[in-house]
């Protein structure tokens, strides 16, 4: 399994409800399947990933995360899981409240634009960085929303997002001193864990 979508299997309980938004191929919710007995359901738009999650056994459905959550009732799930795709959705931060209106819990991960890599591209090349964790051109990218970690924890802040926990990685998905000292320039990642609106 990914590195990536094995820490967030790490933090999602046996027998849980999850929702998993643009799933893929269903990876992640197969695992959870069989290691943890949860109760899965992924949303996914592209049809070739559908189909490879009916043949895993992954319950999907086909739809598109622009058109909201409507269709889920408030808590109809423990944890609601959106994986690098935050910055490719129209209205992040709508996302983010119906994320926590039909889960209890969210776990977003996203690529971090202030990461040292990013800063020295545009620095000494003058344009925009294609890397690991930004593999895309500037004309081809399905990444609309680009932030850092500071961006996005000013946002939960503004929209009272509780932030329960949160850890940065490296481009590979590991952790290390510097990271967790300077996260918005040595993270590559983050893996942000959130609770409903504080009060």
Not at 99 to 111: A, E
Not at 129 to 136: A, D, Y
Request: with cysteine; charged share 20%.
């Amino acid at each position: 399994m990914r590195t990536d979508l094995a820490i967030i299997a790490d933090l999602i309980k046996p027998g849980a409800r999850v929702l998993d938004l643009g799933c893929g191929d269903g990876e992640l919710l197969a695992h959870l399947q069989e290691n943890k007995h949860v109760n899965g359901y992924g949303l996914e738009i592209d049809p070739t990933n559908i189909t490879t999650c009916i043949n895993k056994g992954v319950n999907v459905i086909e739809q598109n995360l622009d058109a909201g959550l409507q269709n889920f009732a408030d808590a109809s799930f423990d944890m609601v899981v959106m994986t690098e795709t935050l910055q490719s959705v129209k209205a992040p931060d709508r996302l983010l409240h119906e994320m926590l209106r039909i889960g209890q819990q969210c776990i977003v991960t996203f690529p971090n634009f202030a990461y040292w890599r990013c800063r020295a591209h545009l620095a000494l090349r003058g344009r925009m960085p294609v890397s690991t964790h930004l593999p895309h051109s500037w004309y081809n990218t399905p990444n609309i929303h680009l932030c850092t970690f500071k961006d996005f924890e000013r946002l939960c802040a503004e929209q009272n997002l509780n932030i329960i926990e949160r850890f940065m990685v490296d481009a590979g998905h590991s952790t290390r001193p510097l990271i967790n000292r300077f996260p918005n320039f040595f993270g590559a990642f983050a893996f942000y864990r959130l609770g409903k609106e504080t009060t």
